[in-house]
């Protein structure tokens, strides 16, 4: 629902505890929407991305409503960082009409552009240059929007994003390119496909700054996206932020994911959860109670079981929807 | 009215739209400050400033792709692919991100793009700069892809196309850059999409062509013997206009396709294919396509020009066909020059 | 003879020909250590170790391009593009490289380039996950592209096509990866590319299935009531075997092609143009194509169920063929549903 | 001639001398190229490699006949420096069956497998993975053998050269990437469109090894491609070398070049010419007289108009070539 996604947009934009609730909310989904494919109750395939919680939530935080976001298929996260309810997403992965787009797209495809959420990308690295256009509508029209575009590691070695950084460089677009380093693309660990250790080195080739950022921490991921999108907005061009982040489950629903080397996995769960890491500071700071964070896990607990019971109870998209939105009808001229 | 060549007819269209409106740029390889390698956008650096006309880096895929982003954000934006093969490094943006933007949004998003790509053979440009491959965007729901035959169609389609709120390409036949007609300008001009033009009359024959084939077609129905021909310049191949061809193919009973692209797989076989279907057991003779040879396209200009199909085959194909009631053998079905 | 699914046919035709031939090399995504996204290169690592099969980084048009130079230098490349919408981001590399080398090196080179691809719809991947794209390749002089329609061919065809000195496509039907037969290995399983196969024998029509449509049009014919069919694999949709089509369409009378695309411009326009104008006069239908409707793939079990032919579909769009002799309705005219 | 390529091909490996010649043949030939378009004798368009003979030269001067070379559409200096004659050239920019493919390619479709050559490439970049492909031949194979890229400063910023790199870096494949920086991509200047002014800088996104190299120096053009290609022979891999050049012509047939900064080129031509330079040096150090100087100059001018008046003596490519070489007969099974 849009109005509530816009309401949940400026939580996220505003409010700490929100930041954290909303993380936990994430992390709630990708759990449930995994057992909804174990299950069977859902077709196809979707790729969650717990463990990488700050990333999406933190980006959220400085991104304002009317910036545009792309992103990826492994989308669920930031769309509901950018405030899409669970229902939104849940209804879209289960095919129903109250999905994000009706429920003809399923995990991969989400749409809000109230919150600036463009279609997410299900082919990678394509969301790079489309931010950057997205970025050139600002620039042309002489407004302080500005645009971001998330991808993961991988997809920092195709065409795409060579053309992107480079075309937002020598314009000097106002876009902020968050690379979520989560260690894999797919199957295969960054090391196998990419000869470089840190990404963010890949700025030099663009003359752009460019920043490592721990992906674990929202604080961090807020500031350094706050700081790329002020310069954004003061018309000195891109940046680039490597977020080191992890993806703790397997790339999509069948995986899972057998080839991690031994304890690599724990040990970013163990010391690195960006959900723990985060209540502990918040608690630390006096921000949060540990009965608030009780009450957030219930709330949330209940909130996305409600979504899946709206969801079920919500129908399907009809064969009628097939024909739907394919044409726009109007044109300028008519 | 002003006679113009259709590169300068296809300036003054992007001139005329961006005037229109202040959200239509236009970027590309070269089309600022150079005004375009075939001068199509010549005068609109001056005019609209270098925040609306805009050289690339030689990268479509992020170009475009940046097209497709501000297309989604309010922008008209209109690009510009120098050669259509260029498009083989960009594709995906158009065909699996632009043409199912509306869709997957949900009907939230429009996606008013343009691409402009120049297509064909005739300039001696070889192999891989000499094609028209509609054959990459042709059903893709989503799309247009509309072809200018000179310089009215040059101009009409492509307002029309950046008035529309769809992702469309109009591809322009180099060839045709620098054929100068009288051009009607302005807003009575704009050619809707999807609808073809009958610009010949007759009685035997329905002939189709596209793009550079149009004036190819009107002159070989300007030599018949014995026939007359209804030429119809289909200006948007993708959705095509069935009610035209097929109301006038009822009315001649023979349906021609005049195409320059290899005989496997060309759109005729769309047109041929749907008229051959409806029009069963009423057309006096079998649908005919005359195209290229199954060949890459050559260099060297006897070659070239033999490749693309010409006014002189196209009547000696057509009397063939109305003479006998069969189809003619193809050129180079003549065993000295066989596969 | 063995009992296999199609992704272990797959594997077992790579196997044999990495056997028989040291310069096969097999690269693509995830390809090696996991032997295949689709488990299409199961055990090919361990076997032929890993300067012969390797995992790419996420580049199709750098390792496709890799593939064309290897092949072009003495090696049998097989690539793996996971999902066919991926050439969109390295169809250069395929369409105006690979296919033209041969050509542009005056016969000096081969390009003996093998390249695999997943199509279709049925496992609810969404709209850029889903389609069957064979338009994007069609009509491309110097390439061959072929279509699995299950375990035996995905064998046979996917060896031919190694062994073949031209770049060939393989394309392969994702929702037939799990479809288990006996199968037939070995060289005298090797199926010769542009031979299309009579799979059932009929009377009265003729139906041409490609890659997934196939063992629908098998199964349409199974509930023919008044009718019957012959069905033809057609194989190789690039260069397609006329000789076969029309010797069967001749007998029979009737053509029907079953097509997993869009109406607007599928591979059936090419047989069914070719047919209508060659059996011109002799047919005692109006040629059909069975295809899906002009829209993105959809998501969701009965959406994408809906938007494939089925064998249900097939059978009543013959029956009305058949029975009355001209074109039954789409589905989705059905004024309820309709664009 | 292959056997006449072969032998030409071997003197600019062993001969400074031979280096000279053919740096004047290259600019001599070039000229005659543009007065046939002038004179409208060819159809079609050409690119012209005036003031980049150093860079053709000294990387043929380091390749073996065995290493594959890709090129470009400016590719007649790169194809006569690695052995073809100026008839396979001509010929084939007239169309004449004579030409390097027999006349069906023009100017920008040359090809010699006998010395190296690859098909040059008219599509931008597109050279770029196929020669890493090359060198996996020689990886997979163990022999010694490498390839070369060639392409310009503005093919850096096409997703070709992103991947082709990041590929040959991460299988540490035996090629080498010359970028011919020759400061302009068409019209525009490289600073218009790329926002770094050294491109060997690119080569940090891959961890590769990279130099700038000055390519009006054939000597410095061959000691850098001779050093990174036992490199790659040694098994460590690629390594990118940026030639500062200079374009003295337009970018095809029709273009003056209006767009060049007022002095640029006559600096480039008063100061830096490959040819004077080179001739200078080999005169100072005693291996070239100036009554040599000028035997080559009057050979290679002779050489020159016998293969326009060869090629024009020799007959059209005829139609039935539209029909050959297009899919090979012979499969491995037969
Ligand atoms: C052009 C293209 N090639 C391949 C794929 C298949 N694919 C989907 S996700 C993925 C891995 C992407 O890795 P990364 O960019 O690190 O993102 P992550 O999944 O880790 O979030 C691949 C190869 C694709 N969708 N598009
Ligand atoms: C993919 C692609 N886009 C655009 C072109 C048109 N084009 C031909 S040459 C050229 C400029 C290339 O510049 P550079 O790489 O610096 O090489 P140079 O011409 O200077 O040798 C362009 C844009 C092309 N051939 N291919
Ligand atoms: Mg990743
Ligand atoms: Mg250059």
Known sequence: MTSEAIARREQVRTDRVARY????????LEDRVQELFAEGLVHGTTHTAQGQEAVAVGVAAAARATDSVTCTYRGHGVALALGLTPLDVIGEIMGRTVGSIGGVGGSMHLCEPAVGLLPTFAIVGAGIPVAAGAALTAQVRGTDTAAVAVFGDGSSNIGAF???LNLAAIWSLPVVFVCENNQYGEYSRINLTTPITDLADRATSYGMPSQIVDGQDPDAVHAATEKALDHARAGSGPTLLEMKTYRYAGHSRAD??????????????????????FRARLEAEGTL???????IGHEVAARIEAAVTDAEASPRAGIETMFANIVAPATEGT | MAKMRMNQAISAALADEMRADPDVVMFGEDVAVAGGPFKTSDGLLAEFGPSRVRDTPISEMGFLGAAVGAASTG????????FIEFLGVALDQLATEAAKFHYLSGGKLTVPLTVRASTGAGLGFGTQHSQTLEGWLIGTPGLKVAVASGPQTGYGLLRAAIQD?????VLEPRVRYSTRAEVNVGDDAVIPLGVAARVADGND???VGLGGTVLTALDAAGRAQGWSADVIDLQTVYPWDR?????????????VTVEENPFGGGWGTDITSVVGAELFGRLAAPPLRITAPDVPVPYGKHLEARYVPDAEYVTAQIDHLVSHGELPPHWWDDGEVGQ
């Open chain 1, 256 to 277: 899972t994911a057998p080839y991690r080397p031994e304890g690599e996995f724990e040990d970013w769960y163990d010391n690195r959860d960006p959900i723990n890491g």
């Open chain 2, 75 to 82: 922008l008209r934006p209109v690009v510009e692919i120098m």
């Open chain 1, 162 to 164: 060579h053309e992107g």
């Open chain 1, 21 to 28: 609730e909303r993380m936990v909310e994430i992390r709630a």
């Open chain 2, 165 to 169: 709120d769809n992702p469309v390409v």
């Open chain 2, 243 to 255: 009610a035209t061809v097929l109301e006038s193919v009822q009315r001649t009973g023979r349906v």
């Open chain 1, 289 to 295: 109670t540990p009965e608030q964070v009780d009450a």
């Open chain 2, 205 to 207: 024959v329905t002939i």
